[in-house]
């Protein structure tokens, strides 16, 4: 079935490190990707999204390029902040799903330590 | 502000007791979307709404119902609450179909069983 497989949390960095969270998916078709970010103490908002191989997306210093060929959709940032310690969810939308829903990861948390 | 307005935002109730939480979408949006997230888990989908019909239901328990009224506001009702319902519970909107679309999730109800 379709389903999307993150690394398992929590990740802890230093401020300034590289950041990596990975996330790869199984799906039919060709789904549109997304990551949301929680932040402690609030609902998930969107980081960012990819709708076709190849594209990538960003936003806030993090970036995510959809791979076909290897069914992932990695999300990167060069130098992390305190102030990124959350909660991240990567998802995917099918379109031969008529309700369009989100299918999502079990979630990453993110601790940054200054 | 999300524009998906949730209330209330935190509840505490007993067991075996009935709450109904409430959810606005954002302006313009058709679908309405319940999650419930328990203490380090992840989003468990509940029931999905379109333009006050019910489209999909996930992981909903039979105490548990919702309904989109035709101002495309939704509320959801959990009866005969237990311990283990203690949870926050999201509500997303989106604009509708569409592969592209993301959801806008509002902050969340806290719901506290004792």
């Known amino acids: 079935g379709n389903s999307v497989t993150q690394m398992e949390g929590p990740v802890t960095l230093s401020e300034e490190a590289f950041l990596t969270i990975n996330c790869t998916y199984t799906?039919?078709?060709?789904?549109?990707l997304f990551w949301y970010v929680q932040y402690p103490g609030e609902g998930l908002q969107l980081l960012l999204k990819?709708?076709?191989a190849d594209d990538k997306g960003s936003n806030k210093g993090f970036e995510a390029t959809y791979r076909k060929e290897t069914t992932s959709f990695h999300l990167e940032k060069g130098s992390v902040q305190v102030s990124d310690s959350a909660v991240y969810f990567c998802?995917?939308?099918?379109?031969?799903?008529?309700?369009?829903?989100?299918?999502w990861g079990a979630g990453t948390k993110l601790i940054i330590k200054p | 502000d999300s524009g998906v307005t949730q209330t209330p935002k935190h509840l505490i109730t007993a067991t075996g007791q009935r709450v109904t939480l409430r959810c606005s979408p954002r302006?313009?949006?058709?679908?309405v979307y319940w999650y419930q997230q328990s203490l380090d888990q992840g989003l468990q989908f509940l029931i999905q709404?379109?333009?006050?019909?019910?489209?999909a239901k996930g992981n909903i328990l039979e105490r548990f119902s919702a309904q989109q009224f035709p101002d495309l506001h939704s509320e959801l009702n959990l009866s005969s609450l237990e311990l283990g319902d203690s949870a926050l519970y999201f509500c997303?909107?989106?604009?509708?179909?569409?592969?592209?679309?993301?959801?806008?999730f509002g902050s969340g109800t806290r719901l506290t069983v004792v």
């Open positions: 997303a909107s989106s604009v509708g179909p569409g592969q592209n679309y993301g959801y806008t």
């Open positions: 302006s313009g949006d058709l679908s």
């Open positions: 709404y379109y333009n006050g019909e019910e489209r």
């Open positions: 799906a039919t078709g060709y789904p549109s």
């Open positions: 990819a709708t076709k």
């Open positions: 998802a995917l939308k099918l379109s031969a799903d008529s309700n369009y829903q989100l299918i």
